[in-house]
């Protein structure tokens, strides 16, 4: 599935203030960015730029001090925390670079979870979707493992099947493959590339500029601006 022109994500004069003892400390100042369904976006910067705080704005894990953010047309920047919260399982699959697995719950159980939550799919259908969605990572020997009696890379591939439990829309992923080596790193990277193809939209913040430059577009950003925003050459997002 191609990009489309229908907007997905539309962030307008996000402004974001941190207010501690020691003053004011601004992560977001003014912070405009449009992303369309079908793309696969990343997020680059140096730590401390502002690309997490912009995230989480994205998935509504943090609020704006002021400004609009709208995902699916839903302004999340006004919901109320348990509407939002709902919301957010049934449309936002987030994947994290430390994979946030649950340690006491086997792998299916783990993808089991969101759908669990958020009350999707019948009862008798989860199983069976979540293991249909281990075969998409290639994980489906795996089933019935604790995460500890697997390797961080295939954690961090339960974590992606985890993220589409529920079929959502996006797909926010936090430096994916930051704890991963490199080949393991390629691997996660082109299947966010099939997914992409398949017609999620994919945000991904990275510190990797080689991967940043292999996605549909890059969004720079520093001291709380995006400073470039733009179209990688034809071919980016594939291996």
């Avoid at 003053?23 to 449009?34: H, I, K, M, P, W």
């Avoid at 994205?58 to 709208?70: A, F, K, L, W, Y």
């Amino acid at each position: 599935m191609a990009v489309t022109d229908t907007l997905l994500i539309e962030i307008c004069k996000v402004m974001k203030v941190f207010r501690s003892g020691t003053g004011e400390f601004r992560a977001l100042d003014g912070v405009n960015l449009s992303i369309s369904q079908g793309e696969f976006v990343a997020i680059v910067g140096k730590s401390g730029s502002g690309k997490s705080t912009l995230m989480n704005m994205i998935t509504g894990i943090d609020r704006p001090t002021s400004g609009e953010v709208r995902v699916g047309g839903k302004p999340l920047h006004t919901m109320g925390e348990n509407d939002l919260s709902k919301w957010r399982g049934r449309n936002i699959g987030i994947v994290f670079q430390f994979f946030q697995l649950l340690p006491t719950l086997t792998v299916i159980d783990n993808i089991m979870l969101p759908m669990d939550f958020c009350g999707m799919y019948p009862a008798g259908e989860r199983r069976r979707r979540a293991m249909s969605l281990l075969e998409l990572v290639d994980m489906e020997q795996h089933a019935h493992k604790l995460p500890t009696a697997i390797s961080g890379g295939q954690q961090q591939r339960v974590a992606i099947a985890r993220s589409l439990a529920n079929d959502p829309p996006l797909i926010a992923a936090d430096e994916p493959t930051g704890n991963l080596d490199s080949k393991t790193a390629a691997d996660v990277f082109g299947l966010f590339t099939r997914l992409t193809a398949a017609g999620k939209t994919i945000v991904m913040v990275t510190h990797d500029a080689d991967l940043a430059a292999r996605t549909h577009r890059a969004v720079r950003i520093a001291d709380g601006n995006i400073i470039e925003d733009a179209m990688n050459a034809p071919g980016g997002g594939g291996l």
